[in-house]
């Protein structure tokens, strides 16, 4: 097997959240009287909260915030996206997905996660999936957000392998660059399926398996 592990991204690979994301980006930009809309929140796809606040602040006419009121805006996002997160359940995990997770893990692939939010782990026990990895990299273990391959390198150093010997599965093009900036081949879902530095562009979650079965 040219590959022993598969690295995937979370949000929009393994689940979607972007509603949730948009929702409380929305109330926070609606306080402050900063247009704010969906296609403005696809801009923050594979963003860290910090540059995200940023770009939405590009739109904002008065005074600039201080660091300080900044990061309490930062707070007050991350706490409404976690009440929009406590909808979520086992029931928000497609069956193709936890089908090839199961599938993966049955042929002897590793799993594990490398995403660039804070609430990964909330996530995933929400999604009742956290046992299935073995490793979890996330926004609290990194300093840099994609495209450094920080969070990749990092799941790769807590599997004990080579980013050669992993296969990254994003869906956002800074996540594809920061995969090809860490040394990691890399599957492309959605955006990212025909970007320039994918290394195989897929259709569907499933797919993986026919990528890792033919390297």
């Avoid at 409404?80 to 909808?87: A, D, N, P, R």
Wanted: hydrophobic residues 35%; charged residues 30%; aromatic residues 10%.
């Amino acid at each position: 097997m040219k590959y022993k592990a598969i690295i995937f991204d979370l949000d929009g690979v393994i689940c979607f959240t972007d509603h949730y994301h948009y929702l409380a980006w929305k109330k926070l930009a609606d306080r402050f009287n900063i247009p704010f809309n969906e296609e403005d929140n696809n801009l923050l796809r594979g963003v860290s909260r910090a540059e995200s606040l940023e770009i939405i602040l590009r739109k904002h006419q008065g005074e600039p915030f201080s660091a300080e009121q900044k990061e309490k805006m930062l707070e007050e996002k991350n706490e409404t996206y976690k009440e929009y997160l406590k909808q979520m359940s086992p029931k928000d995990l497609s069956e193709e997905v936890i089908f090839t997770l199961l599938d993966l893990l049955s042929e002897g692939y590793r799993i594990a996660i490398g995403s660039s939010s804070k609430n990964t782990k909330f996530i995933l026990d929400r999604l009742g999936i956290t046992k299935l990895f073995d490793a979890i990299s996330d926004g609290t273990n990194i300093t840099r957000s994609k495209p450094d391959p920080e969070v990749f390198l990092k799941a790769a150093e807590y599997l004990g392998l080579e980013p050669a010997e992993c296969l990254v599965v994003e869906d956002a093009k800074a996540g594809i660059d920061a995969a090809k900036n860490g040394g990691f081949d890399s599957c492309g879902l959605l955006d990212a399926r025909d970007y320039v530095n994918t290394t195989y562009g897929i259709d569907s979650f499933k797919q993986i398996l026919d990528v890792v079965h033919n390297n």
